[in-house]
């Protein structure tokens, strides 16, 4: 079975600094995804990775992927408020013509404050 | 980026009766879509696939009898929750693969907040 773990769950942190989320996987996958989740909202997707040592970045996120640990980090720089959301990452449990049946992680809810 | 909607957006219904939730993909075709159950404060569960012109596919634990899915068109599939149970109170939500973009963009839509009283 495939397991996901995102950690931490909870993220407060004050503006201006750094930190990195984590999202372990349990088996290989052919994808990786990273979405960003407002209150009240649906999914908004930050980030696909498709290969070993992939790393994409877009503001001040930045998401990279080692399959062979079988680990994706999601790094904020210099926080700001309007990061403020849940992150899930997710891990596409299909192979081949399966592909696209995503597994999500339980999510990080970070809060940023001045 | 293609777009994916959902209607309603919300509804609520008396405990027994059923509800349909469209998922529609407004700008590209998708021969699949998934379709998604979110608790509040919780992650996303993935319910089954659905494939156009074929029987879409449930994950383990998933009730295919409530759940009734159809892909009739490849721009549309619905999901209807039958009698339908205050413990089916959720969000749901479905997303789509735009397959003929290469993106691998998985695109989600609005989602459908059910309560059932």
């Known amino acids: 079975e495939l397991k996901v773990e995102q950690n931490p769950l909870f993220l407060s942190m004050q503006e201006g600094k750094n930190y990195t989320i984590y999202c372990n996987y349990s088996t290989t996958s052919d994808r990786l995804y990273w979405y960003r989740q407002d209150p009240g909202k649906s999914l908004e997707s930050l980030f696909v990775?498709?290969?070993?040592?992939a790393v994409k970045q877009e503001g001040r996120l930045m998401a990279s992927l080692d399959t062979k640990a079988r680990l994706s980090t999601l790094h904020i720089t210099a926080a700001v408020h309007d990061l403020s959301a849940t992150y899930f990452c997710?891990?596409?449990?299909?192979?081949?013509?399966?592909?696209?049946?995503?597994?999500f992680g339980r999510g990080t809810q970070l809060t940023v404050w001045p | 980026g293609a777009v994916v909607s959902q209607h309603p957006s919300w509804v609520i219904c008396k405990s027994g009766t059923s509800v349909k939730i469209e998922c529609r993909s407004l700008?590209?075709?998708?021969?699949?879509m998934f379709w998604y159950r979110q608790f509040p404060k919780q992650s996303l569960m993935l319910m089954a696939t659905s494939n156009e012109g074929s029987k879409a596919t449930y994950e383990q634990g998933v009730e295919k009898d409530k759940f009734l899915i159809n892909h009739a068109s490849l721009t549309l599939s619905t999901l209807t929750v039958t009698s339908a149970h205050p413990e089916d109170s959720s969000f749901y939500i479905c997303s789509a693969d735009d397959s003929g973009s290469l993106s691998y963009e998985q695109y989600f839509g609005p989602g459908t907040r059910l309560t059932v009283t």
């Open positions: 990775l498709l290969s070993n040592g």
């Open positions: 700008d590209f075709q998708a021969t699949t």
């Open positions: 997710a891990v596409d449990r299909g192979r081949g013509s399966t592909l696209g049946r995503l597994y």
